[in-house]
């Protein structure tokens, strides 16, 4: 039962650590949504702007 539970845990984790990198456009998205987020605490002074 533990080696099924070690399998199962090992398994989810491969497919999405192999499923970021293959996917660029998530990644493009995941970038773009972190620069948005940076810009929208970045800016001090939004009237200035």
């Known amino acids: ?3 099924m539970t070690n399998s199962n845990k090992v398994k989810p984790l ?3 650590k192999s499923e970021l990198p293959q ?3 998530t ?3 995941l970038s773009d949504h972190k620069r ?3 810009y929208l605490v970045t ?3 939004p009237n200035n702007c």
Request: glycine share 0%.
């Open 36 to 38: 948005a987020d940076e």
């Open 43 to 45: 800016p001090p002074d």
């Open 23 to 25: 996917d660029s456009y």
């Open 14 to 16: 491969l497919r999405r």
């Open 27 to 29: 990644m493009r998205a």
């Open 1 to 3: 039962a533990k080696k």
